[in-house]
């Protein structure tokens, strides 16, 4: 798939009030491109680092270092609308391309071709709705990655899953005080 930075079904206003899924991209870039911003995280061999920063229109927002080898897990972000763009190194988002609702299941067995992947470095991103489920890895064995996300409204939650084929299992729902 090409490395694209448009939204996947975002709004294209926040008719919430809070910043579009769009905006939130652009913030993203932008503070992706601030090297003193993308200097002051201090970056760990072991584990992911990060700054809380605020975001445009209330929203939350991360500065993220990714080690060599390290990612996410498969997630979504609690029905918030979100984005990110790389600042450093190069990030691969792999999704589902499809609407996943966010309550009422434990385990669902996913559709031939809703698999999507993207490479994403150079403050290239993505903007997603508040149904996007996806893990982000940083695939390099010896290079740091370092990223910026936005979410509107702030996460009020995590669901975390497990994968095996086309199957996509709920394990787990985090708190904010779990990674504040």
């Not at 809703?114 to 490479?119: G, L, M, S």
């Amino acid at each position: 798939m090409p490395d694209v930075d448009t939204p996947a079904r975002p709004p294209a206003t926040g008719h919430d009030g809070g910043p579009s899924a769009s905006e939130l991209l652009d913030f993203a870039r932008r503070a992706a491109t601030d090297p003193a911003l993308v200097a002051s995280l201090p970056l760990d061999p072991e584990g992911r680092t990060w700054i809380r920063l605020d975001g445009p229109g209330g929203s939350e927002a991360w500065l993220i270092g990714w080690p060599p080898g390290t990612g996410t897990g498969w997630h979504d972000h609690g029905g918030s609308r979100g984005a990110f763009a790389a600042a450093a190194g190069e990030l691969t988002e792999q999704s589902l391309a499809a609407a996943l609702p966010t309550e009422g299941w434990k385990t669902l067995e996913l559709a031939d071709g809703v698999d999507r992947e993207r490479r994403l470095s150079d403050g290239r991103g993505r903007a997603f709705g508040p149904h996007h489920v996806h893990q982000v890895l940083n695939l390099s064995a010896d290079t740091h990655a370092v990223s910026v996300h936005a979410y509107y409204p702030p996460l009020p939650l995590m669901r975390r899953y497990s994968r095996t084929g086309p199957v996509l299992r709920l394990e787990a729902v985090e708190q904010p005080e779990e990674w504040a």
